[in-house]
């Protein structure tokens, strides 16, 4: 009984750690909690330091920037990659008019969590242009 009790207990401790690994996770999480009227108060939880240390956060600006999940009506799918140090995430899917749309992400890894370190929107032609691969921004845009 003592061996079945350890291990649901190490099973249900390897299930937590999985889901703190999955990026589309985090970003699920970011795209239901980080809201207009809270992103103030919890940016910190989903960006990095490196993307908004020098931030003002009272700038409209810089809001629309930490909200760019509205960009994004509907998705379609996802891809992620893990590394050691980071990771990339792409969600394809449609924008507010149905067109369209890839949002590709940066993650550092600040274990447990994962937060986002640079993120990048693309308007696409077609849906063919989807990338079947996860991508980060860094691949592409230079700084």
Same mark, same amino acid.
């Given at each position: 009984?003592?061996?079945?009790?350890?291990?649901?207990?190490?099973?249900?401790?390897?299930?937590?750690?999985?889901?703190?690994?999955?990026?589309?996770?985090?970003?699920?999480?970011?795209?239901? /909690?980080? !809201?207009?009227?809270? *992103?103030?108060?919890?940016?910190?939880?989903?960006?990095?330091?490196? @993307?908004?240390? #020098? %931030? $003002?956060?009272?700038?409209?600006?810089?809001?629309?920037?930490?909200?760019?999940?509205?960009?994004?009506?509907?998705?379609?799918?996802?891809?992620?990659?893990?590394?050691?140090?980071?990771?990339?995430?792409?969600?394809?899917?449609?924008?507010? /008019?149905? !067109?369209?749309?890839? *949002?590709?992400?940066?993650?550092?890894?600040?274990?447990?969590?994962? @937060?986002?370190? #640079? %993120? $990048?929107?693309?308007?696409?032609?077609?849906?063919?242009?989807?990338?079947?691969?996860?991508?980060?921004?860094?691949?592409?845009?230079?700084?």
């Amino acid at each position: 009984m003592k061996v079945l009790v350890m291990f649901l207990i190490l099973l249900a401790g390897c299930s937590s750690i999985y889901n703190e690994g999955s990026l589309f996770s985090f970003y699920e999480r970011y795209l239901v /909690d980080a !809201k207009r009227d809270n *992103i103030k108060l919890i940016y910190r939880d989903f960006f990095d330091d490196a @993307l908004v240390a #020098d %931030v $003002d956060i009272n700038n409209s600006f810089i809001i629309e920037q930490l909200l760019f999940k509205e960009n994004m009506k509907k998705i379609i799918s996802h891809k992620e990659s893990l590394y050691k140090d980071y990771g990339c995430l792409t969600v394809n899917g449609v924008d507010n /008019d149905g !067109k369209p749309i890839a *949002i590709n992400v940066e993650f550092s890894n600040h274990e447990p969590k994962w @937060l986002m370190k #640079d %993120v $990048d929107i693309l308007l696409l032609d077609t849906k063919e242009d989807y990338s079947n691969t996860a991508v980060c921004p860094k691949e592409y845009v230079i700084h």
